[in-house]
Every structure is written in C-alpha cells, then in structure tokens.
C-alpha cells in the first residue's frame, strides 16, 4: 500500500538506525527527508483510499514515523535534544545519560504540545539513561477522526488537537514512574458547556483508558497520562437537533412580515412627523433600532456558513448587534419617559413633547448608553463576542452584558408604569372626555410595546430548552414590527385619515 514506508523499512539497520546510504547528508537531513517521503507518499494514496484503507495507512504512518524519529536519539553521557520539522509533522527527542544535570521533571515541547515528564525516574530502571520522543501531526485527524471515539452517550464529538505521539526510544524498560503531562494547545476554542476527553489511539478506535483530564479552559487541556502512545483531545457536546425546513420557511416568513411592517412604520411616522401623538421621536428611532437589528441578523444566519470561519468578521457583527438591541430597549425606555412627562401634563397633552428632553441628550441615551455598555464589554471580556451563530456566548456570565441592560430596562419600565397608572387613576375624573380617551390609548399601546418588545427575550432566556417555548420566542421576536404597525399605525385614527390622502 505504501512504497516509501517499505523502502524506509528496508533502509532500517537491524539495530534500528539508518544506514549511511546518503553520502554528506546528516542523520538530521536523512530523517527529514525520510519524513517528507513518507508524507509523498500518504497525500498520494489517500485521495483514492477507502476509510479501511486509509486507518490501516495512518497506522503504518505512526509506527513509521515513530521508528524514524527514534533513530535521532544517540547514546550520551550527559543530555541531548534534536528537533525535526516537515510541512504537516513536528518532532522533538531528549535524552539523558548517566552524567545528566536533570534532577527533576524533565519538559520538551513543540508547537501545540507540552509533556512533561519523569524521564530520571525512567533513567535510573535503566541504568542510568532514558529518551523520551514527542511527535505531532497536523493532518492526522482528518483521517483518525473523532468518529472513531465510540460511547454511550449520542453527542458531538470534535477533534481539539492534532493527533500526537508520544514514545521511550532506546530505552528498554517503557514503564512510566508516575504519569506523563501534556498541557495541549486547542486547535479551537471550547465550548464551555463541552466534555473534553484525553484519548488514545489503539489501532482502530478512540478509547480512554489510561489518560484523564486534569484542567481544562478555553484554550488548553492538561491530560495525565500513565502509558505512552498516539493522543488526541476529543471534545464532547450536545448533538444539535436538526433543523425543520418547515419551521425555517415559517421563521423567513414571520421575520420578513415584521421587517416590512417596521419599514411601514418609520415611513408612517416619517409622514406623520408633526403630529407627536404618532411620531415621536423616541417611536421612530425605536423603529429604526429593531429593523436595522432584525435586518442585520437575518442576514448573519442567512449566510452564517460564510461568516464563521472570519472570527473577526463575526466579533464585530455580534457586537453591531449588541448595540442596536440594546438601543431598541434603550428608546423603549425613553417612549415611556416621554408618556409619564404627557401624563403629568395632560392639560398640554399635545405640546408635552416640545418640553421634553434636547434631542441631542435622547440621542446620548438612546445610542450612547449601548454603545458605551458594548465597549466596556468588549474591553474586559473581549472574547465574549462571535459565539457559533455569531451572537454573544455564555461562558464567563457574559451573555448578563446584554440580559443586565435589558432587565434593567423592563424594570424601570415597570416602575413607570405603575407610576403612570396611579397618576391617571387620580386625574382622569377631572379631564375631558376626548383627551381621557386619548390618555387611555396612549397608555395602553406603550404598555403592550414595552411587553411585547421584552418578553420574547425573557422567555428565551429562562426557558431555552422547551422547544413550545422556543416557538413562542420566535414568533414574538420577529413580529415586533407588527404589533408596533397595528397599535401605532393600523389602530390609530389620524393616521387611517391620512393614508387615503398620501395614496391620492
């Protein structure tokens, strides 16, 4: 199956060096060359090879390779190291002798890979010198995937390292004093809600007797391990449901029936912008903050396939939507601001607004307080940003940076409320029928906005895994846009006036 791995067999002295075939050329450059063979000769049957064929291959390419690496190890008195690099395979060799300075653990690293390990104790049950070879392969675990890593449990499994290496060349007694250390390095970053699993390779499966994990974070495990072999890191999630083609289709259709009746809205508003019982500002803005937000997010899981792999590209598009749901929320908060001003001068109901704040100071709480919320987040938490659907991720509680606002807001909203409902409750036997009318409607239709706008995150906050609630959420969120058209525009007299005029 593999040429080159025969020819490298037949070049092997029966002592397990190379034979001097190469005249001028080092061990060092015979054993790279050697390698960069072997790697020929792996890409040349691998595009025909069956998966059979292909495990049986990668078995051939680590006991090759480690062979090859052992034959870098030379006897010494004292300690030696060689290292060894091609385009997919990185190695490193120590040893030590009788005479070695080593008095503790002794460590030898590469790229991704730390092992620490007692090679003295090793060295002393054989008298008095051991080595200690640590090889990585970059491409390995497209063939020794993480597939080959059978259990009980129906999860999603990914690989989190390349497939490693490690072996005692030349050392006779292979038997560990205590168990060997390798702090990895994750080829991504971890799910916080994943199990990592320190693995073995026995010839056909995955399994992990023999290594457990010791510490792990988002960015490296530690596995101790008491016998040497082929490693990997495997990492263990929740298997996502499958999407229904059904339910999408619907969502499309939920989140376009919301997108065009906010774009309905703001041009509405934009028509009645004299009238500031229909257009507030605050009403506007809020309008331009959701369609901007549901806009930019259809898109990012539209095409969320392309934008994954730019991890920067998703950071920044997490944190756009960060701040215009938050500003969603934060005019939400300034609408009801403006109803209580209304409410305590319901004799000036119609000109409350030209008393209310400067437009500038509204613009200040409406983008400002997001945009600040989002930089300091981003600022002690940067790696919060540019989950898998590129939104926010939960490890650390930084999912609160958005959640923290939000309930703040609805909080406040709710004080208002019930501020505004005692203040009308008092005022409304002394105020004329129309303006009481009038009041009630307000009242009414900011109250169902401030509920409908803050209840689907709630929801799908405290309830993500029932899938009837999961249903609630999106169909809530996604007609935002509806209910603020209907109770804003559609329900409202003055704008049905106005519409058969603009139409004519």
């Known amino acids: 199956m593999l040429g080159n791995v025969i020819c490298f067999d037949k070049a092997l002295s029966p002592q397990g060096g190379l ?65 060894v690099k091609t385009n997919t395979t990185e190695a490193e060799t120590f040893a030590i002798g009788e005479n070695s300075t080593v008095k503790t653990s002794s460590k030898i690293r590469n790229t991704n890979i730390t092992l620490d390990i007692d090679l003295t104790g090793i060295a002393k049950n054989n008298r008095g010198a051991a080595a200690v070879a640590l090889t990585t392969f970059t491409e390995m675990g497209s063939i020794l995937q993480a597939d080959f890593f059978h259990n009980i449990n129906d999860t999603e499994k990914t690989m989190m390292s390349p497939v490693l290496s490690a072996s005692l060349p030349k050392t006779p007694n292979k038997t560990l004093t205590s168990p060997a250390n390798f702090t990895i390095k994750h080829i991504q970053e971890a799910d916080p809600q994943g199990l990592m699993s320190c693995v073995y390779w026995d010839g056909s499966a995955w399994l992990v007797d023999g ?67 229909v257009a507030t500002p605050a009403r506007l803005n809020l309008c331009a903050s959701l369609l901007l ?17 730019h991890k920067v590209i998703c950071s920044v598009l997490s944190g756009v939507l960060h701040i215009l749901f938050l500003s969603s929320f934060a005019w939400m908060f300034l609408e009801t601001i403006w109803l209580l001003r209304s409410v305590l001068r319901l004799k000036e109901f119609r000109s409350a607004q030209n008393d209310g704040p400067h437009w500038g100071y509204q613009c200040l709480i409406g983008y400002g307080a997001p945009f600040t919320v989002v930089a300091i987040s981003a600022g ?98 996604s007609q935002q846009g509806t209910v603020i058209f209907l109770l804003h525009c559609v329900l409202n007299q003055e704008v049905a006036m106005l519409w058969p005029l603009v139409c004519h």
Not at 40 to 58: I, K, N, Q, R, T
Not at 254 to 260: A, E, K, P, R, Y
């Open 293 to 309: 937000a549901h806009l930019l997010f259809l898109l990012v899981q539209e095409f969320l396939h392309l934008i994954q792999p």
């Open 19 to 83: 034979r001097a075939n190469m005249q001028g050329v080092t061990l060092l450059q015979e054993v790279q060359i050697w390698l960069g063979k072997l790697e020929g000769a792996w890409h040349e049957v691998s595009h025909d090879a069956s998966e059979e064929e292909m495990v049986a291959l990668a078995n051939e390419m680590l006991l090759s390779t480690e062979t090859l690496v052992g034959t870098l190890v030379e006897p010494t008195s004292t300690q030696s190291s060689t290292s």
């Open 211 to 277: 290594c457990d994990v010791t510490h792990t974070n988002s960015t490296h495990t530690v596995c101790a391990c008491v016998h040497f072999s082929t490693f990997s890191l495997i990492m263990q999630t929740e298997r996502l449901p499958e999407q229904d083609p059904t339910m999408e289709l619907v969502n499309r259709i939920l989140v376009s029936v919301g997108l065009g009746s906010l774009t309905l809205a703001l041009l509405t508003f934009a028509l009645c912008h004299k009238n500031t019982t």
């Open 380 to 477: 002690l938490v940067p790696e919060g940003y540019g989950s898998d659907s590129c939104w926010l991720k939960y490890d650390k509680g930084f999912v609160w940076s958005f959640l923290g606002p939000v309930c703040c807001v609805l909080g406040m909203n709710t004080i208002l409320f019930t501020i505004i409902l005692i203040l009308l409750r008092r005022a409304l036997s002394k105020m004329q029928r129309a303006n009481n009318k009038l009041t009630r409607t307000l009242v009414f239709k900011t109250l169902m906005q401030s509920v409908i706008i803050g209840t689907p995150w709630i929801l799908g906050f405290f309830a993500t895994d029932s899938k009837a609630v999961d249903i609630v959420f999106h169909v809530l969120n």
